[in-house]
């Protein structure tokens, strides 16, 4: 019982960090952000803020300007929540998630197996 306390403990200091470093100045606006969604829609805000820390990693190495980092990565976080929500080609969250985050990396036929396109322009439009 103590170690799995430990456990979540270690876990959630790790996202935070992961999530400080990624959001940088942004990252206190974010986090309310995710806070408001997790009230809103009962989500969980450690796997929001995990996924959206991620996003945000690839965005800047993109090139992404930071001042366009949160709303992207928020953005393609929130739209995986939608598309778990609304495709049954996904068995579970996380599996939309890796499917979207594969698209960005230029891995996109997982995506399009589920009916949808990223595009260069669809990302461009997006940030």
Not at 88 to 116: H, W
Request: glycine share 6%; charged share 25%.
């Amino acid at each position: 019982m103590l170690s799995s306390a430990i456990a979540e403990a270690k876990e959630w200091d790790g996202i935070s960090a992961r999530f400080g470093e990624a959001f940088g100045e942004q990252a206190d606006e974010a986090y309310e952000h995710v806070q408001r969604l997790s009230e809103a829609l009962m989500i969980n805000d450690q796997s929001f803020m995990k996924y959206a820390s991620n996003f945000a990693t690839i965005a800047k190495g993109f090139g992404v300007t930071n001042k366009n980092v949160r709303a992207m990565s928020i953005g393609l976080t929130e739209m995986a929540y939608d598309v778990y929500a609304k495709s049954n080609d996904f068995y579970s969250f996380d599996q939309a998630m890796d499917t979207i985050r594969s698209a960005l990396v230029g891995e996109p036929e997982a995506i399009r197996k589920a009916g949808m396109s990223i595009t260069e322009a669809t990302l461009k439009e997006l940030a």
